[in-house]
C-alpha cells in the first residue's frame, strides 16, 4: 500500500479552507434541518378557519390567519395534531368578564374574613353604618313638620283673605308657594336617606350571608351573574 507524505507547511496552508469548508457545511446542514422542523411532516396538511367560517386544507396558513384555531391531518384524513390559540378578552368578552367577577368575589371574600369574625360583628357593623342615615331622616322630618306649620299658617291668612273676598298680598302668596316647594324638597331627601338604608342593610344582609357560608366551608363564589350591591 502506497504511503503518502505531506509536508508540514502544506498541512498548515490546507488547514483554513478545511476549516472554512467545515463551518459552511454545518451551517447548511442546520438551515435544513429548521427549514424541515418548520414545515408540516410530509404528506401532512393544515386545516384552518378564515373570518368568515370558511373551512381551508393547504400545507400553510397565511400570516394573516396565523393567530387562529388550526389542526393538523394526515394524508388518510386523520387530525393527528390541534393548534388552540388563547383568545384574548376582546376575542371573548363574556369569559373575561366571568373571571373579573370570580376575582372580585375572591377579593371581598378575603376583605370578609379579615373584617368579621362572628356573624354578629356583621349585625353590630349594619347598625353603625345605619345610625347617622336614622339621625339623618330624623332632621328631615322634624324640618318637614316645621315647615308643613308654617304652610298651614299662610293657607290660614290666604283663606281669610278669600273670605274678604280681597286679593292676598303677592309676598304672601309667594311664600305659601316656596314652602309647598320646601316640602316637596324634604320629601325627596327623606326618600333618598330611605333608599340609602334600605340598600345599605341588603349590602350587610348579603355580606352576613356569605359570611356564614365561608365559615362552613362553601368557598364557591355565589351569584355570579347578579350585578354587585
Known sequence: MPVFRFKRSNIKQAMPVFLATSACLLALAGAQVWADAAKPAANHIIKWVDEKGTTHYSDG???QYSGRDNAEINGQGVVIKRNKT???AAENPAEELLKQKIFEQKRRDRSLLASYTTAQEIDLAR??????????VQGLQQRKANENKRLIGYKKTLNDYLQRK???PLELTQSATDSQARISRIDQQIAQKLSTMEATRARFDKDK???I???QGDN???NLNQPAQ
Open 220 to 222: 364557591a363564589p355565589k
Open 209 to 211: 350571608q356569605r359570611f
Open 166 to 168: 280681597t286679593p292676598p
Open 213 to 215: 357560608e365561608l365559615k
Open 86 to 88: 388563547i383568545q384574548s
Open 61 to 63: 396558513i397565511p400570516a
Open 127 to 136: 347598625e353603625r353604618n345605619l345610625q347617622l342615615d336614622e339621625i339623618a
